[in-house]
């Protein structure tokens, strides 16, 4: 027992002292449950949305209150024409738009029912089915508490119309995303290895010899996989479009070339992993944690990133593929342009500048 014992503190005495694997042991298990069970959310909280009131009387008013007074929804301002509706959806600005029409309370008075028209950005389809659920239950309870006192029953009915997706297909959301996640995961994993393989196999001693400068042996280990990225771009385009119904309504060339500005985004994160990393094995970890986990919980294809913390919603901005997953919604489901994009594009481009700078001046020419 003594024996045990003594082996059972060494083996503690090292756990303790790896700090990686008390990170693994007690970090992840406390991120988790914080990101989960805190920060990550189906629940939809305090969306962006803007009211046109053509009738202004007093039903309206108490209805914009009732909608106001929840914690669903942030009302930015009422809008007095379709073209700046069209115009915010577009952009995405707001998740939602409630309009009332002219004499709305004259045609409830002297009908006993009336329709609120009900618009929703049905890009996200299950956002856009929730938001228009929380409406039509303020809706709904306004009806029982008007018909309390009213003379005669009265109905106000949700009219509810559904942009860019009134089918509510899942596939408008989930090919965006899945796209975004494929594409990082395959470069940034693909490339993690490429100078850290070669240090394993004591081939780095011959390139460094060489007569190649640092800056083309990065460039030819990246060439490879940024054309095999573009043709796997051009597989998921011709899929979706094949078996999903799912066609790109902007132009294809401001795709592709978005496209490819995250690819190479992708494998410079990849570079500078397998710059830093000493194995393989660590490499490929690296990435698949450090790249899989942010692109499927930060890109704002499964949980919405409004409705995280702060904190988390700054962590999002430095993941690329939140920027990539927002240019494929706007070019490929809205069929917006450069203008709609160019903020997003000049964000990536700025992210593959710097990493690439950055992974360059971390290659060492000499081994150690």
Known sequence: ???????????????????????????????????????????????????????????????????????????????????????????????????????????????????????????????????????????????SELNRTAPQFMQITPEIQMLYNPELRGAPNFVPGVMALVLMLVCTMMTSVAIVKEKELGTMEVLLVSPFKPISIIISKLTPYLIISVMNLFIILILSSLFLDLQVKGSLALLVFGSTLFILTSLSIGLLISITAKTQQAAMGTSLMGMMLPTMLLTGFLFPIENMPLALQLLANIVPSRWYFIIIKKVMLKGLGITAVWRELLILSVMCVSLFILSLRRFKIRLQ
């Open 1 to 143: 027992m003594k024996q045990l014992t003594t082996f059972i503190r060494k083996e503690f005495l090292h756990v303790f002292r790896d700090r990686k694997t008390l990170l693994m042991l007690f970090g992840l298990p406390i991120a988790q449950i914080i990101l989960f069970g805190f920060a990550l959310s189906n629940e939809v909280k305090d969306s962006r949305i803007v009211v046109a009131d053509y009738s202004r009387d007093v039903i309206t008013a108490r209805i914009i209150n009732k909608i106001q007074a929840s914690n669903y929804f942030d009302i930015e301002e009422s809008l007095q024409s379709a073209t700046q509706l069209n115009a915010r959806f577009k952009r995405g600005d707001i998740k939602m738009a409630v309009i009332f029409p002219n004499n709305f309370s004259k045609d409830l008075i002297r009908t006993n029912k009336a329709t609120i028209q009900v618009i929703a950005d049905a890009s996200d389809p299950n956002l856009a089915t929730t938001v228009t659920n929380y409406v039509s239950r303020i809706i709904g309870d306004f009806n």
